[in-house]
């Protein structure tokens, strides 16, 4: 898988609710299928959370307003780049993605688990409510990502303070798919 696609990726999360049947699913059935990237509530969040930082910092309102702007644009163009536009999980619990890459899925309970050939591995929480799809990264879960990404056990302090800051307390990143 593309590493940049880990951002995008980065972003998923979700509850799974009942389509309304009364017959049980097997765990992971509703996932089967194509689902379509819309959005991301992490821009904002981060975004916000990076502005009460600054401020707190005793930055200008108005250097500290431009500055995030411009972070949210590039974490939102970001997001749109990613290779996890389109995401297809098969029944035989494979999947791929609308950049060529692919692996294997399992689900057990609310989280899902992705794993390339390489053996690069994302775990999140999802959740289906119809045809809306919500991943979610917790900040534990995104650091393994760039750890692996990465290549490295230890990230630098300056990269866990940066994280510490968008991420607030307990937030999380979600990442908003819908099925096609």
């Known amino acids: 898988m593309n ?5 995008g990726l980065a972003v998923l999360a979700g ?17 089967v299928g194509s689902w379509t990237y819309q959005g991301t509530d992490f821009s904002s969040t981060a975004a916000t959370n990076l502005q009460n930082y600054l401020l707190s910092q005793g930055v200008d309102a108005a250097a500290a307003q431009q500055f995030v702007g411009e972070f949210r644009n590039e974490m939102d163009r970001g997001f ?16 791929e993605d609308n950049s060529g890459n692919s692996g294997i899925w399992s689900v057990l309970g609310d989280v899902l688990t992705m794993v390339e050939e390489d053996g690069f ?5 999802y959740f ?5 799809l919500t991943l979610i990264l917790s900040k534990e879960r995104y650091l393994n990502i760039i750890r692996q990404t990465e290549g490295a056990v230890e990230l630098d302090p300056d ?3 940066l994280l510490d800051i ?5 937030d999380s990143l979600r990442l908003f798919y ?3």
């Not at 590493?3 to 951002?7: N, T, Y």
């Not at 749109?80 to 029944?91: C, D, H, M, P, Y």
């Not at 591995?121 to 929480?125: H, V």
């Open 178 to 180: 819908r099925a096609r």
């Open 3 to 7: 590493r940049l696609s880990v951002f």
């Open 15 to 31: 509850f799974a609710i009942s389509c309304g049947d009364d017959e049980p699913t097997a765990p992971g059935q509703d996932l």
């Open 128 to 132: 289906i409510d119809g045809e809306d």
């Open 166 to 170: 968008l991420f607030g307390d307990g």
């Open 121 to 125: 591995t994302i775990q999140c929480q």
């Open 80 to 95: 749109r780049e990613t290779g996890l536009e389109i995401v297809r999980f098969n029944e035989d619990r494979t999947y």
């Open 159 to 161: 990269t866990l303070a």
